[in-house]
């Protein structure tokens, strides 16, 4: 795009999610704002915030907070008990649809919706992020070790060991049915799934992945 366009709305969104004990508490951010705007009180029109604690057992939402910071309305920050119709919800796949059905249209705020919306893939991301943080003995949030160098034969040697299944899949079997029918790479028996049945480990082997063909020679 020609940097000559002028740029007339900027939308953030960003979300962190952290583990505490048994809960991912996924803590969302949205901010809209008008950089043209001559009042420097209007440039900022929304700053919303969302955190869903989720039990990590089963992925259910246990508690909801939102806060709103900016909003257009004085009536906007009514809505917010709305969205402790979410407590009881599963984040994983129906999570959009059950979104809709609870919190939408006249019955929520759209951009709480969005919000929720883009946090449930984020912590099903989540779970992965942590799983393989446990499967290389690390704690998340810590420093990581300083890595003595290796050789490229070290290296192989390394990755054709951890092939062999010593240590134990990266990707669950409740966590690959999280990631069905996500997407087209997650089809049931789609790429993903064929690669993890082929030897695929998702963190260890080259990202992105090569493709099927690297995993199911013809």
């Excluded at 705007?37 to 604690?53: G, T």
């Excluded at 759209?110 to 099903?124: C, D, F, K, N, T």
């Amino acid at each position: 795009m020609p940097a000559a366009v002028p740029l007339v709305h900027r939308r953030t969104i960003e979300i962190e999610v952290h583990q505490a004990d048994d809960l991912l508490i996924a803590r969302a951010r949205l901010r809209d704002t008008r950089p043209w705007h001559p009042d420097p009180a209007r440039v900022l029109l929304h700053d919303l915030e969302l955190a869903l604690h989720v039990r990590v057992a089963d992925l259910t939402i246990v508690a909801v907070e939102s806060g709103m910071n900016a909003f257009p309305h004085t009536e906007c920050p009514l809505i917010r008990p709305s969205f402790d119709r979410l407590v009881g919800l599963s984040v994983r796949r129906g999570f959009t649809r059950a979104l809709r059905e609870t919190v939408s249209g006249v019955h929520g705020c759209s951009h709480l919706h969005e919000l929720a919306r883009a946090a449930g893939p984020a912590i099903i991301q989540a779970t992965l992020s942590a799983a393989d943080a446990r499967r290389r003995g690390l704690t998340p949030g810590a420093e990581p070790p300083d890595a003595p160098a290796t050789t490229d034969a070290q290296t192989a040697d390394a990755q054709t060991a951890d092939r062999a299944g010593g240590s134990g899949p990266v990707v669950s079997g409740r966590q690959a049915a999280a990631l069905t029918g996500t997407c087209h790479i997650w089809a049931p028996d789609g790429i993903a799934t064929r690669k993890l049945a082929a030897g695929w480990r998702p963190g260890f082997d080259p990202y992105p992945a090569p493709p099927l063909t690297a995993y199911e020679p013809t």
